[in-house]
């Protein structure tokens, strides 16, 4: 089973996104296991993807959430969470930072209900556009994301670009043709018909260009996490 079942539409503007993100979640699939929580779950669409490798899911969000709620545990996260202190084994968070204005006090609590030797794995958009408005109040380099981390006490901190500029190109690009697809059900079919031979070949090119470009890393769609709590010596 793969991450997210969104990207399967071929004919989709937007399913490279999907595929980027499913690529980072997959490689780090050795880190889901215990009890594993998702911060900012939403409609929690990862949790049968988690299952195949963690014992527990645990969803937390909060009941402002844009998106259909299906949270374990009601918890605003720009407070403190709802969990006990060494709750989870591994600690994941997708696409959550970015809308929450208290970020730090977030790292900190995800640091606080994770066990020793836990891991954590977060994802943020960088260079997209303002989303979910109101509640879109950040975005982050790899050194504010690093600094921030360390700050809540993390270790070993890693942050993987998921993209390059092409592919972060070519998707705003196609976000923006769909201000195209207007008036009548017939002029809105005609044009959407128009513009998938321009999705489907700006999405297959965008990596090839992006292997291509020696500073792809620097203007990345957004970044994944991971990072560790340590384990305290006995």
Known sequence: MKP?????????????IYDNGDKWILAYARFYK???????????????FFLQYAQKYVGVDWTNSLHNFKADVVSNLN???????AYADTVVSFSVL?????????????????????????????????HEAPHDYFRYTPYGLKYLFEKAGYKDIHVQPTSGFFTMWFLK??????????GSSLRRKATRFLLLPFWYIAQKLAPWLDSLHRGWSLESAGYFVIAKKEKKSV
């Not at 977030?106 to 260079?127: A, C, H, Q």
Request: net charge negative; proline share 4%.
């Open 79 to 85: 407070e403190k969470i709802d969990l006990v202190d």
């Open 98 to 130: 970015e809308h929450l204005c208290e970020p730090q006090l977030f790292l900190n609590e995800s640091y606080r209900v994770l066990k020793d030797g836990g891991t954590m794995i977060l994802g943020v958009p960088w260079m997209w556009q303002v």
């Open 4 to 16: 997210s079942q969104f990207h399967s539409n071929r004919q989709a503007y937007n399913w490279l």
């Open 173 to 182: 690009m196609n976000y923006f043709s769909l201000r195209f697809i207007k």
């Open 34 to 48: 215990g009890v594993l929580v998702d911060l900012g779950c939403g409609n929690a669409p990862y949790k049968e």
